[in-house]
């Protein structure tokens, strides 16, 4: 015959499976509230703001292909069992990624929706070849400062050129706009750098104006969902100031490490003299940072590991270890107000 359990078996069963529901019911409301709803680039930038000092936002890159757009994004959570608190993509330029755009922004919206930031930035073709491209040749390219004026000349075949290439990209920032999903949006990037077709042109008709001109043509199209990110590479020419586009055209000023593992202290205070109080940056690194870079420069608002990178040059352990260092927010640790 079966033991009928006593009424202090029963409700202490009771009591269990009520912890157990209220449990599942309080992590399934924490997940809800992690989500980010729809929103805009003031309440991203205030959430920079607040966190400039304390905290660092962890970030990963996902560069082609388009058909992948979170590869190197899942490769950080197979190694650290936590996502990226920032999401990282691509405009792209050659044929087949320009196609599948449409990937990337479903991408950018899934992550911003689970709870991670967004940032996009583009590897542009010259104005000077095809409406798509190669890396070398392309993108990576030398052109002339009389094709680099004619670029930002308005009316010249150059510039029309270029505006079409703009045109281009507009209706998938207008997707993300009218998702309420904040974009930092950082082109032209490393502009002191000569590898690229804008780049190492200092002064205000160089890398200032182009950049000038794409944020007063996007701010026409309504694209106010942008948040405006300026960057250069850690050259050690310095001199970065002379590429700036001035503050009322940049929202976050951001650096690029790769002369070295991890920016120097004075490299740390050439941005921050520059940014004049902005929020700064790690947009592009290849060592995650360590616990000297995290708790010796506090001001850096995120961090972003380029794609490959990853793996390519940390080992696991490195990883883990800047994931879960206490400064460092991964997805689900902030929101969004």
């Known amino acids: 015959m079966r033991a009928i359990p006593s009424p202090r078996a029963i409700a202490a069963a009771c009591t269990a499976v009520a912890t157990l529901l209220l449990t599942a019911a309080t992590v399934q409301m924490s997940s809800s509230a992690q989500a980010f709803p729809a929103s805009s680039k003031s309440a991203v930038l205030n959430r920079l703001r607040s966190i400039t000092g304390t905290s660092i936002i962890s970030g990963q890159h996902n560069k082609e292909p388009a058909s992948s757009p979170r590869q190197y994004t899942q490769q950080a959570y197979s190694v650290t ?40 930035t ?72 000569s590898w690229n077709w804008w780049g190492a042109r200092p002064g205000p008709n ?25 960057n250069v590479q850690d050259n050690p020419a310095g001199g970065w100031a002379n590429y700036y586009p001035g503050s009322n055209y940049v929202d976050v000023v951001s650096l690029d490490v790769w002369y070295k593992s991890h920016p120097s202290s004075s490299d740390y205070s050439q ?28 001001r850096w608002a995120y961090f972003m590991i380029w794609s490959e990178q990853l793996r390519g040059n940390n080992s696991n352990a490195e990883i883990q270890a800047a994931y879960f260092h206490p400064r460092v927010l991964n997805r689900g640790e902030f929101s969004i107000p």
């Open 81 to 120: 069992g936590q996502w990226p608190g920032l999401w990282g993509g691509d405009m792209m330029f050659r044929s087949a990624d320009i196609g599948n755009r449409q990937s990337v922004i479903n991408e950018a919206k899934a992550q911003w929706a689970a709870g991670s930031l967004v940032a996009l």
């Open 206 to 230: 160089g890398g200032a104006k182009i950049y000038q001109q794409m944020r007063d043509y996007f701010d026409s199209q309504g694209l106010d969902n942008l948040i405006w990110v300026w």
């Open 122 to 193: 583009w590897h542009a073709c010259s104005p000077t070849v095809g409406a798509t491209c190669e890396f070398d040749g392309g993108v990576k390219t030398g052109i002339s400062a009389a094709q680099f004026q004619q670029i930002v000349t308005g009316g010249t075949a150059l510039n029309n050129t270029w505006r079409s290439r703009m045109a281009a990209v507009v209706p998938y920032l207008r997707q993300l706009r009218d998702a309420g999903v904040p974009v930092l949006w950082r082109p032209f990037h490393e502009m002191n750098e």
């Open 271 to 298: 941005i921050q003299s520059i940014a004049a109080g902005k929020p700064i940056a790690l947009a592009e690194m290849g060592k995650v940072p360590n616990a000297a870079l995290l708790t010796g420069q506090t």
